[in-house]
């Protein structure tokens, strides 16, 4: 599937819409794996996909931190939202996640991962991960493909 989107509110709009039949296929599980360069409209894509599963607080990218987690209310096969962003990370990247925990975090029953700059660890992810491509077009611009590795 691919997508052009036309400004930001469009791009978080797609982001809703993927949540929303994410939730009608009642997996208990999910990673999703973001991909593309600065400003290719990652983060403005996770902020609809957390409204999408009922998230009011703020979503910004977890640059610093390199994760974040959100509790879900009203899901009950969902549970947390990990929002992980992999931008920092150059060197031992494969030691860096399993210390950090987050290959069990994706592991977890009831929790969604999305990974910003995933491509960087694209050895490790699971093959049932779903990759997202972003690509810059222009100032207001974005295509957006969805696929299974």
């Not at 036309?6 to 991909?35: H, Q, R, W």
């Not at 902020?47 to 009203?74: C, H, M, N, W």
């Not at 969902?78 to 210390?99: G, P, Q, T």
Request: aromatic residues 10%; glycine residues 6%; proline residues 1%.
């Amino acid at each position: 599937m691919e997508i052009i989107t036309k400004s930001a509110a469009e791009t978080k709009s797609f982001g809703t819409k993927v949540a929303l039949d994410l939730i009608k296929e009642k997996k208990n599980k999910l990673i999703i794996c973001l991909t593309g360069d600065l400003g290719s409209g990652k983060t403005t894509f996770v902020q609809g996909f957390a409204e999408g599963l009922g998230i009011t607080q703020r979503i910004i990218s977890p640059t610093f931190i390199l994760v974040k987690q959100y509790e879900l209310e009203d899901r009950a096969f969902l549970s947390d939202l990990y929002h992980v962003d992999l931008y920092r990370l150059e060197k031992d990247l494969e030691f860096e996640i399993k210390n950090l925990g987050i290959t069990d975090i994706w592991e977890k029953r009831g929790s969604i991962t999305v990974i910003e700059w995933a491509e960087k660890i694209k050895e490790i992810i699971p093959e049932s991960a779903l990759w997202i491509y972003f690509d810059y077009l222009s100032e207001k611009q974005r295509r957006i493909e969805v696929k299974h590795k």
